[in-house]
């Protein structure tokens, strides 16, 4: 093993390709107990079209109580992490709300969710909504990293036009903004995200060019691997398994990214093509972006995420799972009981992909511990059922460094601000500050401090 301790910014170079490396021991000195800290990251992940609420909150009395036993439908593929989250209760944003402008609760939904603004009812140039907590986070934090943040998506929306009864797609389609003027429209192809973190010049939009592209350029672990040979001469042994699952997990997104891009496509709807790049198998994509997320955090390429299901008033069809419908459509049940049958389906669904991502946050050594260990991961919807914008769905999970016990079902008073739990994150994040958005305080419970 080396003697001098490796910088934690040491890449690996090919061409065209500069790979950053996960936290290794050998990156710790033996003198600094502040070095084994690993930052704590946060993510943001947002499903559409609200949800129907016994199948998501159980029965429980009390303010605090434990998760029952029998989780409540949609939060079934959850059950082999019952202890690792919490279901917040009572939480709303006001912004989302008419307020005297009528029908666009889509639009609203998600140009409020992390903003917690009311957004401006335009589909022109004048879009405003607020700066979202993502992006108050990355704005303090961005510069310690490589990428300030990181905004995925699993369904590819316009960010112009009119959406939702006067409100611009662009408030449909984006949870983040940089600006109260300025969304940041989430990437949905794996191939541009995995060049993205691991370089290697523009993607080609066009198909045929994208293809030839592809041909005259080597894989990104074929580029470094001479210098990763180098560098495990110089690694202790548990550096070396470290290092070599690292390049096998990258290996593998980057194989599955290829046979993705291969895949025949079947005829369908234009509603339901997806765009060229991008996966048309639910699963595999929602898998691959994960995944990317996950390396992202790893590698300390940036510590802010966001992740949309999909956009907001989707009328994506599920087909895989036997619905051929839209999405949204379904959510007009008007007490259909087939019909709120297949949104619960839907959601349970969605929620399979994301007891996924826990699954791989678990799996994934940092520091001293794991990435959910050193996380904090809301996944929700700024809508509820009936298209409603309080007791929205509302899952906390990751270990947030030892700040969170989870395993409970937290109901606070109704009409509590989402922007309190954005709050306590905030601080966690190292970015503390009074008030954000409509804020009324922090959020109680969530530790035992």
């Known amino acids: 093993m080396t003697n001098k301790p490796l910088s934690r910014r040491t890449l690996l170079r090919g061409l065209g390709t500069a790979m950053a490396l996960p936290l290794l021991d050998s990156m710790i000195p033996a003198f600094s107990s502040a070095a084994t800290k690993s930052p704590v990251r946060a993510a943001f992940v947002y499903f559409p079209n609200g949800v129907q609420v016994p199948s998501w909150f159980p029965q429980s009395t009390g303010d605090v109580s434990p998760l029952p036993n029998v989780l409540p439908r949609v939060l079934e593929p959850l059950a082999p992490h019952r202890n690792d989250f919490s279901l917040l209760g009572g ?40 700066v979202s907590v993502d992006q108050h986070i990355a704005q303090a934090i961005g510069s310690q990293t490589r990428f300030a943040s990181l905004e995925l998506g699993c369904e590819e929306g316009i960010q112009g036009g009119n959406c939702d009864n006067g409100y ?55 580029s470094v691997l001479e210098d990763a040979r180098q560098l495990q001469g110089k690694l202790g042994a548990t550096d070396r398994r470290k290092l070599d699952e690292y390049l096998y997990a990258i290996r593998d997104i980057e194989t599955r990214i290829e046979k993705a891009e291969r895949a025949p496509r079947r005829e369908a709807p234009p509603i339901d093509s997806p765009a060229s790049g991008v996966p048309e198998n639910y699963l595999e994509h929602t898998h691959l972006m994960f995944d990317l997320m996950t390396v992202a955090f790893q590698t300390d390429a940036t510590r802010v995420a966001t992740f949309l299901m999909a956009i907001e008033q989707s009328n994506r069809a599920y087909r895989e799972i036997g619905i051929p419908d839209s999405h949204h459509g379904l959510t007009h049940h008007g007490g259909d009981k087939e019909k709120i049958e297949k949104c619960i389906q839907i959601n349970r669904y969605q929620m399979e992909q994301f007891a996924y991502f826990l699954g791989k946050l678990k799996a994934t050594p940092d520091g001293d511990g794991t990435l959910f260990d050193h996380v904090m991961v809301t996944y929700g919807s700024g809508l509820g059922d009936g298209h409603e914008h309080d007791n929205l769905p509302t899952l906390l999970t990751g270990g947030g460094s030892g700040l969170f016990k989870h395993g409970r079902h937290i109901k606070y008073k109704n009409e509590t601000p989402l922007a309190n739990l954005h ?11 009074e008030s954000f958005a409509d804020s009324n305080g922090k959020l109680g419970y969530l530790a035992d401090l």
């Open 91 to 130: 939480l709303t944003v006001n912004g989302g709300r008419a307020l005297g402008d009528g029908p666009g609760d889509h639009g609203r939904a998600g140009a409020s969710y992390l903003t917690g603004a009311h957004p401006k009812k335009s589909f022109g140039r004048d879009l405003r909504a607020g």
């Open 168 to 222: 611009s797609c662009a408030y449909s389609n984006s949870i983040s903004w940089r600006t109260p003027t300025t969304p940041n429209p989430p990437e949905v192809r794996p191939r541009a995200v995995f060049e993205r973190l691991f370089g290697a010049g523009e993607i080609e939009s066009d198909p045929v060019r994208r293809a030839r592209q592809q041909r005259q350029r080597k894989g990104v672990l074929d």
């Open 423 to 433: 709050l306590v994150m905030m601080d966690r994040m190292g970015v503390p500050a």
